[in-house]
């Protein structure tokens, strides 16, 4: 009779036991969010209708608040949209891979997008921190910029008057850049419209598998010829930086072909370069693309920074000490940053262990989707989101709104863009360059420009401006 009293007793514990661990465990995943839409794709398809990611985190944010849930595929994602939730994941290094291996048919497996852990750590450090870093972009990039400014200022001028299309030329420049300095090379120089054709196609169709579109036939032979032509390329240039190996100065392809400890294949170069040559020309061309959109939308702000260059410096460019000094110009940038979403989203993990957000516990492995895009649209931080308006980034006006409510290159410190200062000077000279000389206007003031908010965010048609020579 004990001994059943006993019994009893234990089985009566265990499954208060039970009982309390299955609340509890309810309790652990507190995030408001949405229920699959599909047992395989998830919210992918949602994503898809939205018209983009950031497009779909949007809505999504705007029904459950700064922290909310999807489904991509059939692993549950939290995705964050306030500064308060972005401070906690600041120091978080690791990528989902889910979220980014849409891109893995272009940038390849061996991409520094999929490296996480300390691998992850010594790649950063020593193959794109050392190559992009300081003392780089000051001893030699920035005369590269100087010259490919040049020669591109040369051929507006004799085709003054005749429209140009803006979003083509800022990708020339860009992939001229990127070429000279990250590879040594000449070898891309005057093929940038096949190459801008080859990426589009890329591109697309990695847009595509991110809304949870399978690739048919057809799409699947235009994108092996794309990314073929790509290799191809990229082979070339390894090729010709083997032989210079020690005659120019040290760049970023060279650190790669000098660690055979850590880069251990060809292939490995390979994923490497594309990647670094992507990184380096669509962030940065169509950067470009929209500060010269606005600036030719808004005549009254080209002209104040134009009186700004000139109160500046007198000489055909400014020097790169004196880019520290213009201000405005910075502002300018910034606002295009902000106002385009030129990057729409980052994403990270927490590997190993759980971690609270905002109160939340968030289970460890779970994908992070921190909504930049989101946030520079925010109308509580930023009132008249979708007005251009440099002056927000005024000393003065920078006080009210948080540091990270603007990290259009992702959190400093652990993972910000390693280009993110490459970017800046680079976009600083030609925007100064440009304005300082030229006077730029959109060819049809009423043409409606639309965004498509992919990884990075590019107009959906070609704007076609004028460039006339200023006279002063």
């Known amino acids: 009779m004990i001994l059943a009293i006993i019994f009893v007793s234990i089985i009566f514990i265990l499954n208060v036991l039970w009982l309390k661990y299955r609340r509890n465990s309810k309790k652990k995943f507190t995030i408001p969010g949405v229920k699959s839409s599909d047992s395989a794709l998830g919210n992918l398809g949602d994503i898809g209708q939205a018209g983009s990611l950031h497009q779909y985190l949007t809505i999504l944010h705007r029904q459950f608040g700064p922290i909310a849930s999807f489904y991509w595929n059939k692993q549950l994602v939290v995705s964050l949209a306030s500064p308060e939730a972005f401070h906690e994941t600041r120091r978080l290094f690791d990528r989902p891979v889910l979220l980014f291996s849409a891109f893995e048919p272009l940038i390849g497996s ?166 670094m040559f992507v990184g380096g020309f669509h962030t940065t061309g169509n950067l470009l693309t929209w500060i010269f959109y606005y600036l030719a939308k808004h005549q009254d702000i080209q002209q104040r920074l134009f009186n700004e260059l000139i109160r500046t410096y007198n000489t055909e460019f400014p020097s790169f000490e004196q880019i520290d000094h213009i201000s405005y110009l910075t502002n300018i940038i910034n606002e295009s940053l902000r106002l385009s979403v030129l990057a729409p989203w980052a994403a990270r993990v927490s590997t190993d262990e759980p971690i609270v957000i905002c109160g939340h516990t968030i289970p460890a492995g779970t994908p992070i989707i921190q909504a930049l895009g989101v946030v520079l649209h925010d109308e509580n931080i930023w009132p008249n989101p979708f007005q251009f308006n440099p002056d927000r980034f005024n000393q003065e006006n920078k006080k009210n709104f948080s540091t990270l409510a603007f990290s259009p290159f992702g959190f400093s410190g652990k993972r910000v863009c390693p280009g993110y200062r490459f970017a800046q000077y680079e976009a600083s000279l030609f925007v100064a360059g440009i304005i300082r000389a030229f006077q730029v206007t959109l060819v049809d003031q009423t043409s409606p420009v639309i965004p498509v908010h992919g990884l990075v965010t590019a107009p959906k048609d070609e704007i076609y401006v004028q460039f006339a020579k200023r006279n002063f």
């Not at 400014?149 to 040369?154: D, V």
């Not at 890329?202 to 048919?216: A, K, L, N, P, T």
């Not at 794309?226 to 010709?240: H, W």
């Open 110 to 275: 061996n991409s520094i997008q999929y490296a996480n852990g300390d691998i992850g750590r010594y790649r950063r450090k020593n193959h794109y921190d050392t190559a992009l870093s300081p003392v780089a972009l000051r001893g030699h990039f920035f005369d590269i910029f100087k010259r490919v400014l040049r020669e591109k200022m040369i051929l507006w001028q004799l085709n003054e008057g005749k429209p140009i299309a803006l979003q083509a030329e800022m990708l020339s420049l860009a992939i001229q850049s990127i070429t000279l300095t990250a590879f040594g090379s000449t070898l891309l120089l005057g093929d940038e419209k096949q190459i801008e054709q080859a990426y589009n196609t890329c591109w697309h169709e990695m847009e595509m598998r991110i809304q949870g579109q399978s690739m048919d036939s057809k799409r699947e032979i235009e994108f092996k010829e794309a990314r073929n032509y790509f290799l191809t390329k990229v082979k070339e240039i390894i090729t010709e930086r083997r032989q210079r190996s020690g005659v120019d100065d040290k760049c970023f392809i060279d650190f790669l072909l000098a660690d055979d400890e850590h880069v251990l294949s060809e292939e490995h170069i390979c994923d490497e370069v594309i990647t």
